[in-house]
């Protein structure tokens, strides 16, 4: 075994550990509570190893006809298994992929395809940038959106932020979408999994993050 994946493993078995106490997936649906700061999360919130079967009833919830907006390597790990389960809850797929900045031109693509597919719905599954461009076409069209995070070093699969960039790669500016995200269904184990790099990236966004809220707390802006 090599170290890379000695790591993996004792990634996964934290997980699995910290699990232990609570071994039905965490499930919250921000309807049941009366605080009204969670309804900028995703409205559903599944969690848990293993949890990615559920994506497929979940988005039955929404549609019978969806959008897949995915990025490349996530969508090479667990696309058969997102495959799977939309065909098991009898939803019909069509899938765009997204590369790159979440640019005005990137949003558009997506609702271009959501249109032609007569999605109901739009599910994306990658990274940051993928669930963030998926939220805003998702958002243009007017259909619900459901969150399928790959990558442990983003937040925006538990956020209704999207953040905005400019063709050439620069910082526009964070907006949230007129509705939260209908739901995210988030596998810890695929999280798990992932490149190391990319936890120790998402590691140091959530330091970044505590600072963002303390700053803008600070100036009476509330968390973003």
């Known amino acids: 075994m090599t170290d890379g994946e000695q790591q993996v493993q004792a990634q996964t078995s934290e997980v699995e550990r910290l699990s232990a106490a609570h071994p039905e997936p965490l ?3 921000a309807a049941a509570t009366s605080d009204a700061a969670l309804f900028v999360t995703p409205t559903r919130y599944r969690s848990g190893p293993e949890v990615l079967p ?3 009833p979940e988005a039955a919830q929404l549609a019978d006809r969806v959008l ?3 990025g490349e390597v996530g969508w090479r790990s667990v696309g058969h298994r997102v495959e799977a389960s939309f065909a098991g809850a009898g939803i019909a797929m069509a899938t765009q992929e997204h590369r790159g900045y979440v640019t005005s031109n990137a949003i558009a693509t997506l609702a271009d395809a959501a249109r032609a597919a ?3 719905a739009l599910v994306a599954v990658g990274g940051g940038r993928v669930l963030d461009a998926g939220k805003a076409a998702a958002d243009r069209q007017g259909i619900p959106c459901l969150l399928v995070p790959t990558s442990p070093a983003t937040c925006s ?5 999207v953040v905005d960039y400019g063709e050439a790669g620069g910082y ?6 007129t509705a939260p995200p209908a739901a995210a269904v988030v596998d810890t184990r695929v999280l798990a999994e992932a490149p190391d790099r990319l936890l120790v990236a998402g590691l140091v966004d959530a330091l970044a993050k505590s600072v963002e809220v303390l700053s803008r707390s600070a100036a009476g802006q509330g968390a973003a």
């Open 118 to 120: 007569n999605a109901g």
């Open 68 to 70: 897949v907006a995915h």
């Open 172 to 177: 526009l500016g964070s907006r949230r979408t």
């Open 27 to 29: 499930e919250r649906s």
């Open 157 to 161: 699969g538990a956020t209704a932020v």
């Open 54 to 56: 559920h994506i497929g």
